[in-house]
C-alpha cells in the first residue's frame, strides 16, 4: 500500500508518498480501502511537529477517511466486506489503505458520495462533542462560532440550524460572511472590520450568545466573556492565536459562566464509540433529509499533499479539503 510521510527538504517537512506493506489486522477491527483522506488544521501541526500522535497510534498523519471495507474482523458491528464506511481515526489516515477499530468505523449515509464522506467524521464528531454533549445545547438558544467558513464551522452552522439554534459566526472577509450566512448563519461578521464583541452584541440587542465554540484561544477569553449570557458556556478547541488570555473571575462568577475545553483525538476508543452512535443516531438522518450535506472545498490527488497543506494554510477555503487516492 501507499503511505504519505513527512520528510525534511533544508530543514522543511515535506510530504512524500512512499511503499510499504499493508498492515495486519486485529481482532476487532477493520482493513478499508481509502478512497480519500480529510485534511485538518491538526495535520498541519503535526508534520511541523507541534502535535504529537497518541501514544501508541500511528505517526502518519490523517484523523478521518471514506472507503470500502475490504477485510475484517469485527465482532460486534453490523459491518461487512464491501461496505462503504467512513472512519474516525487517531492518526494514519493519509494512506491507501487503514486499520480502524470497529467502534470508531460508520456506514457512509446513502445521500453522501463515497468520495465527500471523507471529509464528515472529524467535522461532525467535533461539533456533537462540544456543543451539545458538553455545552448542552438546545433548542432555541443562540451559539457563536469562530471560522465560520472552515471545516468544523460549516458543519457547526448547518447542525446548528437544523436543531433551530441561532448560529453567528465570524470570518475573514465578506466574502466568507457571505458564504457563512448562506448556509445559515444568522449573521457572520468581519472580524477584519467590524470588532466581533460590538458587532455581535448590537446584532443580539445587547444579549448576547449562549455558547461560543473557540479555536482562537487566549486573546479572544476577556471578549467571550463579556458576550456569554449568564450560564453561559465556553468551549475550547484550539488556541490558534495564544494559549493565554486575561479572565475576569468576577464575571465569571456573576454570571454563572462555564469554562471547557477538549480534543476530540485524545478520546478513548470507547469515548469515540458512545460519540460515534450519537452521531448515527442524530446526524446522520440529517444528511438523509437533506438538512445537512457535507461542505467541500476542494480535492487533491493524493501525491499532491503538499499543495493541499499549502491550500489549508492559505485560509481560503470554504469546507473540507480532500486527498483522493
Not at 464528515?120 to 462560532?145: K, P, Q, R, Y
Not at 452552522?157 to 475573514?172: F, N, Q, W
Not at 463579556?226 to 465569571?252: D, F
Request: charge should be negative.
Amino acid at each position: 500500500m501507499q503511505v504519505i510521510t513527512v520528510q525534511q527538504a533544508n530543514n522543511t517537512p515535506i510530504l512524500c508518498i512512499e511503499d510499504v506493506p499493508s498492515p495486519q489486522l486485529r481482532d476487532g477491527q477493520v482493513l478499508i480501502d481509502v478512497t480519500a483522506s480529510g485534511i485538518n488544521r491538526a495535520d498541519i501541526f503535526q508534520k511541523q511537529g507541534q502535535y504529537r500522535a497518541p501514544q501508541g497510534e500511528s505517526n502518519i498523519l490523517g484523523l478521518e477517511v471514506s472507503g470500502v471495507v475490504r477485510s475484517s474482523k469485527a465482532k460486534n458491528s453490523d459491518i461487512n466486506v464491501g461496505d462503504k464506511v467512513c472512519a474516525l481515526l487517531a492518526g494514519g489516515g493519509y494512506a491507501s489503505q487503514v486499520v480502524v477499530d470497529e467502534a470508531c468505523v460508520l456506514p457512509i449515509p446513502d445521500s453522501v458520495a463515497l468520495l465527500d464522506a471523507a471529509g464528515i467524521m472529524e467535522v461532525c464528531a467535533t461539533v456533537w462533542l462540544n456543543i451539545f454533549d458538553i455545552a448542552n445545547m438546545s433548542h432555541g438558544e443562540t451559539l457563536l462560532v469562530h471560522g465560520g467558513t472552515s471545516g468544523v464551522g460549516t458543519m457547526a452552522i448547518l447542525i446548528a440550524k437544523s436543531y433551530g439554534i441561532d448560529c453567528y459566526s465570524t470570518c475573514g472577509d465578506d466574502d466568507k460572511c457571505t458564504f457563512a450566512e448562506r448556509l445559515g448563519a444568522k449573521c457572520a461578521i468581519n472580524y477584519h472590520i467590524n470588532d466581533f464583541q460590538e458587532r455581535l452584541l448590537d446584532v443580539t440587542n445587547g444579549k448576547g450568545v449562549d455558547v461560543i465554540l473557540d479555536i482562537v484561544g487566549g486573546p479572544y477569553l476577556s471578549r467571550h466573556i463579556k458576550l456569554l449570557k449568564p450560564n453561559g458556556r465556553l468551549v475550547c478547541i484550539s488556541v490558534l492565536g495564544g494559549k493565554e488570555g486575561e479572565l475576569n473571575m468576577a464575571s465569571l462568577l456573576m454570571k454563572n459562566l462555564h469554562i471547557m475545553g477538549s480534543t476530540l483525538r485524545h478520546k478513548t476508543v470507547e469515548q469515540k464509540q458512545h460519540i460515534l452512535a450519537q452521531l448515527y443516531k442524530n446526524i446522520w438522518p440529517l444528511f438523509e433529509n437533506g438538512k445537512v450535506k457535507p461542505v467541500i472545498d476542494r480535492i487533491f490527488p493524493a501525491d499532491q499533499a503538499n499543495q493541499a497543506h499549502e491550500y489549508m494554510a492559505s485560509g481560503q477555503h470554504k469546507g473540507k479539503i480532500l486527498l483522493q487516492w
